[in-house]
């Protein structure tokens, strides 16, 4: 069980939005580890159908990269790192700083 942050790319790697998203976060339970959950979760929002934030922005010829994985995130941590409105500042692709930030989630 995860909670993962999705960064969106153009073709050429650069930091990209769909409209003023430039991330998602999402949550992910069904595989054997993590890693293999997130994965699962990356291959259905490229196919199109894992969010329609996510399908848009494919549709409009973006890519999709997981950024950052909380290990044993849950629904709730989904839904807090959500309201906290800061995506960018979360993400290690477009902030350095990024690490520094909920780094409880997912062991409190
Ligand atoms: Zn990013």
């Known amino acids: 069980m995860s909670v993962y942050l999705i960064c969106f790319r153009a073709p050429d790697g650069e930091k990209a939005h769909y409209k003023h998203a430039g991330h998602y976060i999402g949550f992910a339970d069904r595989g054997e580890t993590p890693q293999a959950s997130v994965e699962a979760r990356l291959r259905e929002h490229r196919a199109g159908y894992g969010a329609a934030l996510t399908r848009a922005a494919v549709d409009s010829g973006l890519d999709l990269v997981v950024s950052r994985i909380w290990e044993d995130g ?35």
Do not use: I
């Open 74 to 108: 849950t629904k709730d941590d989904e839904w807090r790192l959500r309201c906290r409105s800061e995506n960018p500042r979360l993400c290690p692709f477009c902030n350095p700083e990024a690490y520094h930030l909920a780094q409880g989630v997912g062991h409190d």
